[in-house]
């Protein structure tokens, strides 16, 4: 059985850290208005380190995130054709002590909404570089780069500035929803 990894934000779920950051600023901000990875990237660097401080010492964002769309429903379809490994980074460089409350939120959530995932399989890591799998889901680019026979790139607007010209050097198919990997991923497991 081919081995599919999968990460957790903005993959399988999203929200939260915005509206973290919206809280402790005051602010309305919406996803459409930060093209960066770092949502808090829309601050200065001194207001950045407050809230930094603030975040890792009040705020769980998974008591706020939403699951993306079939997201659930498609990987629990997944894990009957794949092995299915959730792998997800909690380690913020900036904050490495601190960020390490984010591993059990994280554990937490996925034990609680995707109760199909073997705990086994739940990989809380600082690095995805040494994780290696047949197929890859990911929104982030870096994380899909290397090993891996099919690496999917769930779009979203902090990724956007990559062509299909670059990602195609990659090996990378970037991929709108979870109805589409279903059809992709359902699809190669019946090649198998």
């Known amino acids: 059985m081919k081995k599919l990894m999968i990460d ?10 915005l509206e ?8 309305n901000y919406q996803y459409e208005d ?33 699951v993306v769309p079939k997201a659930l429903e498609v990987i629990e379809e997944l894990a009957k054709y794949y092995e299915v490994y959730i ?4 380690v913020d460089k900036r904050r490495v002590k601190e960020s390490s409350i984010m591993a059990k939120y994280k554990y937490e959530w996925i034990i609680q909404n995707m109760p199909y995932i073997d705990p086994k399989k739940i990989i809380l890591t600082g690095s995805k570089d040494v994780i290696m799998c ?4 990911d929104d982030k680019v870096a994380n899909l780069k290397g090993y891996g026979e099919v690496k999917l790139l769930m779009d979203q607007l902090h990724n956007r500035k ?12 970037r991929v709108y929803d979870w109805e589409q990997v279903r059809s992709i991923l359902v699809k190669e497991s019946e090649v198998q």
């Open 20 to 27: 973290a950051v919206n809280a402790y600023l005051k602010t």
């Open 134 to 137: 047949d197929i890859k889901i």
């Open 34 to 66: 930060i093209p960066h990875y770092y949502v808090e990237d829309v601050m200065n660097e001194e207001e950045k380190e407050k809230f930094l401080d603030y975040f890792y010492q009040n705020v769980n964002i998974y008591q706020n995130v939403q």
């Open 162 to 173: 990559y062509s299909l010209e670059e990602l195609e050097r990659f090996h990378i198919r």
């Open 8 to 17: 957790l934000d903005e993959t399988i779920c999203e929200g939260g850290y």
């Open 87 to 90: 792998v997800t980074a909690f």
